[in-house]
C-alpha cells in the first residue's frame, strides 16, 4: 500500500510561483509513475501532469505546459510540481496520484492511490 501526502499548497497571487511537494511511504514506489491531478470547485478533477518512475518521459495537459514541471526524487520518495505563471483558472485542490504502471490515457479513474489533495488559490 501507497500513502501519499501533499503539500505546499497555499494563496498566491496571480503571476508568481508555487512548489507542491507529494511524499510517498508504505512501499518502494520507485517503480510507479507520478501524477498530480486537480478539481476546481464545481468541476470534475482533471489531469495535470505525469512522470515516470525514471523521470525521463513526462506529460501534462495542455493548459498548464511551459508553466508547470514535474520532477521527483525517488532517492527522498518525493514528487514535485513546481507551478508558475499561476493565474485564477489554476485555482483548485491539486491531488498527487500513483499508478502502478504507465499508460497512454491518463485520467483519475485509472490510478491506483491518491494523496487528500492540497489548496492552491490564485487571487487575480
Known amino acids: 500500500q501507497v500513502q501519499l501526502v501533499e503539500s505546499g499548497g497555499g494563496l498566491v497571487q496571480a503571476g508568481g510561483s508555487l512548489r507542491l511537494s507529494c511524499a510517498a511511504s508504505?512501499?518502494?514506489?520507485?517503480?510507479?509513475?507520478m501524477g498530480w491531478f486537480r478539481q476546481a470547485p464545481g468541476k470534475a478533477r482533471e489531469f495535470v501532469a505525469v512522470?515516470?518512475?525514471?523521470?525521463?518521459?513526462?506529460d501534462y495537459a495542455d493548459s498548464v505546459k511551459g508553466r508547470f514541471t514535474i520532477s521527483r526524487d525517488n532517492a527522498e520518495n518525493t514528487v514535485y510540481l513546481q507551478m508558475n505563471s499561476l493565474n485564477a483558472e489554476d485555482t483548485a485542490v491539486y491531488y498527487c496520484?500513483?499508478?502502478?504502471?504507465?499508460?497512454?490515457?491518463?485520467?483519475?479513474?485509472?490510478?491506483?492511490?491518491w494523496g487528500k489533495g492540497t489548496l492552491v488559490n490564485v487571487s487575480s
Open positions: 508504505g512501499r518502494p514506489f520507485s517503480g510507479y509513475p
Open positions: 512522470i515516470s518512475w525514471s523521470g525521463v518521459t513526462t
Open positions: 496520484a500513483a499508478r502502478r504502471a504507465w499508460t497512454n490515457r491518463w485520467s483519475s479513474d485509472g490510478m491506483d492511490y
